[in-house]
């Protein structure tokens, strides 16, 4: 399976709202709700912030919301945050007990 | 609060056996709530899923990886294991374990481990 295709990188101001997409095929995200989406700083392990496209793991801020439509995902940061500077990656079930990930949009707070 | 630590040679000769353990503390390695999982990412790129395995009854690879991984658990130890042969300078990485509860997200991640692949 090809990766998916996210943005190298996107930008926003504090306060400000930054969405960051992600696009796969009829066969990972327009076929599975199994859209996931992870943060990653500078030297960290990867933080899991949704999942099934539109769920937030319990401590992840309310400020960050996922949506689909076809076969793109996208990640709404609202009111960002100087913390949110970080590599955001999605990710899909891709079926065949596969999942495949983006190649990662490094998110600047202006 | 489950936590992972991987370990393992920093350092592998082309052509040889990368073998890594992930150690896993804190909860109860042996309730049988998750699956277990190895996933790598290129220095500056992004990640790449290895393979998962449900307590060694169920192993899932990577197609493109399958002919050369092998992952294992020992709940004994509370230890997961992978073992990737005939290594290129290619497969040099942070190699992280996670756990999933679906095959579809990871939610709990190890440190990570570089592994450089170099003679």
């Known amino acids: 399976q090809s990766a998916l295709a996210q943005p190298p990188s996107a930008s926003g101001s504090p306060g400000h709202s930054v969405t960051i997409s992600c696009t796969g095929t009829?066969?990972?995200?327009?076929?599975?709700?199994?859209v996931s989406w992870y943060q990653q700083h500078p030297g960290k392990a990867p933080k899991l912030m949704i999942y099934?496209?539109?769920k937030r793991p319990s401590g992840v801020p309310g400020r960050f919301s996922g949506s689909k439509s076809g076969n793109t995902a996208s990640l709404t940061v609202s009111g960002l945050q100087a913390e949110d500077e970080a590599v955001y990656y999605c990710s899909s079930y891709a079926g065949n007990n596969n999942v495949i990930f983006g190649g990662g949009t490094k998110l600047t707070v202006l | 609060q489950l936590q992972l630590q991987e370990s393992g040679p920093g350092l592998v000769k082309p052509s040889e056996t990368l073998s890594l353990t992930c150690t896993v503390s804190?909860?109860?390695?042996?309730?049988?709530?998750?699956?277990w999982g190895w996933l790598r990412q290129p220095p500056g790129k992004g990640l790449e899923w290895i393979a998962t395995t449900y307590y060694s009854e169920s192993l899932y690879y990577n197609p493109s990886l399958k002919s050369r991984v092998t992952i294992s658990v020992d709940t004994s130890k509370n230890q997961l294991s992978l073992r990737l042969t005939s290594v290129t300078a290619a497969d040099t990485a942070i190699y992280y374990c996670?756990?999933?509860?679906?095959?579809?997200?990871?939610?709990?991640w190890g440190q990570g481990i570089l592994v450089t692949v170099s003679s």
């Open positions: 099934e496209v539109t």
């Open positions: 804190g909860g109860s390695f042996s309730s049988g709530s998750f699956y």
């Open positions: 009829s066969s990972d995200i327009g076929y599975y709700n199994s």
């Open positions: 996670a756990t999933t509860p679906d095959l579809a997200r990871y939610d709990y």
